[in-house]
């Protein structure tokens, strides 16, 4: 069986002759695949990690399958992540909100290879987007990268290709997930403080603010780094 998200496919020639190889020799069917339901990838969790089926947990493992965009590959990396955080916790139960989770060394790996598709001034793109939430316009987007709203169009045309993100309505977009618009984020802040540790250290405050908030963490920041 071979997976393959199509805008990926696309990208990647190789694949894409492999695809036409397999279809004249009548040797391949293609099957498209959805994301499960919340309640399916509530079940898909709760039998991976063999929670309780009462109290609060259905509901939890729902809510964090809707933060996962009901993708399996997130929800069995998450339901890894969970089981080696509970086996550090000596056994108890761990929080199930995404925001209390790390997010698997697998999906940033993942999101890092459908960045590294995009060029730089269309990873800021999505990094602006990602520090105004997992909803948002074009207009807020090129205000906040202070690119014109061309490149910002351009740049999330391709961020959908790759399964970044999606439109949901004009000159308005989405995450794919809040998991990658947190893995963006995260991203766009650790490739910031790498950029100005060559720089040789000296930043402004606002932009070690702006950084900060994009790990989603502003307790206690003042002054200049």
Not at 40 to 69: F, I, S
Not at 114 to 141: K, M, N, T, W, Y
């Amino acid at each position: 069986m071979l997976a393959f998200r199509g805008g990926e496919a696309g990208a990647q020639p190789e694949v894409l002759d492999l695809l036409d190889d397999l279809h004249r020799l009548r040797t391949y069917r293609r099957l498209p695949v959805s994301p499960l339901s919340p309640d399916d990838g509530a079940l898909l969790l709760a039998a991976t990690l063999d929670t309780p089926g009462t109290g609060e947990w259905p509901g939890a493992l729902t809510r964090l399958c809707v933060d996962l965009g009901g993708q399996p590959r997130y929800l069995l990396a998450m339901a890894e992540e969970i089981a080696i955080r509970r086996r550090a916790e000596g056994g108890h139960w761990v929080p199930l909100r995404l925001a209390d989770l790390r997010i698997p060394s697998s999906i940033r790996d993942l999101v890092r290879r459908r960045l590294r598709q995009l060029e730089p001034a269309h990873r800021a793109v999505l990094s602006a987007a990602a520090v105004i939430g997992d909803g948002f316009d074009h207009r807020a987007v090129s205000t906040v990268a202070h690119l014109d709203d061309v490149v910002v169009g351009v740049a999330l045309d391709l961020a959908a290709r790759v399964g970044i993100v999606r439109e949901v309505g004009p000159d308005r977009g989405t995450f794919a997930s809040t998991l990658l618009g947190r893995a963006v984020r995260e991203a766009g802040a650790r490739r910031g403080m790498a950029a100005n540790k060559k720089r040789g250290g000296t930043r402004c405050a606002e932009q070690a603010r702006l950084q900060t908030v994009m790990l989603g963490d502003e307790r206690g920041f003042e002054g200049t780094v």
